[in-house]
């Protein structure tokens, strides 16, 4: 983002000294055209100079100082969502660690499998926000299918469990 705006904010600064030159020029040709004295159109040309030279330092200063809060903004967003991430990543791993086992009675038998239901909330922020290279996005884009594959499976185990129950939103 950074290059775009600081293009935009020099052309601004380039299109408002460009304006002020033709203004500055309009009025030379008028004061001649009028016939004032050299010291007048002098004096006006000499405090329009100084309001031409504080006007594009003041458009070009503004311009860096907005890129530059855009870049600190960014930044200080891709740390939250990084700090985010980790947590999110921590509390899945912590959720389908195999201590969290139950064991299920099947017609063939019993099988322990960990049943938690799980939220990529931060993953999928972080892919829409552009966090991630391309390649990165793709397997995280495959983890949240395996995630979401992971949840219609959970639900389907359960769906026998709680066809009668109208609390269980399934």
Excluded: C
Excluded at 51 to 62: E, R
């Amino acid at each position: 983002m950074r290059g775009p705006m600081l293009s935009r904010g020099l052309r601004i600064t380039f299109m408002v000294g460009i304006a002020l030159i033709v203004v500055g020029l309009g009025l030379h040709v008028l004061l001649k055209f009028y016939n004032a004295p050299a010291a007048v159109e002098f004096d006006l040309l000499n405090v329009f100079a100084a309001t031409f030279a504080s006007t594009i330092l003041t458009f070009f200063i503004g311009a860096l100082l907005f890129d530059y809060q855009v870049e600190r903004t960014e930044a200080k967003r891709e740390e939250r969502l990084r700090i985010l991430l980790v947590t999110e990543l921590t509390g899945i791993a912590e959720g389908l660690d195999l201590a969290n086992a139950i064991e299920v009675r099947l017609s063939d038998g019993s099988a322990e499998v960990v049943v938690t239901h799980i939220q990529p909330t931060v993953i999928e922020e972080a892919i829409r926000g552009g966090f991630f290279s391309p390649s990165q996005a793709e397997g995280a884009l495959r983890l949240v299918k395996n995630m979401r594959t992971y949840n219609a499976k959970v639900s389907y185990f359960f769906a026998p469990v709680f066809k009668d129950d109208p609390r269980a939103g399934l």
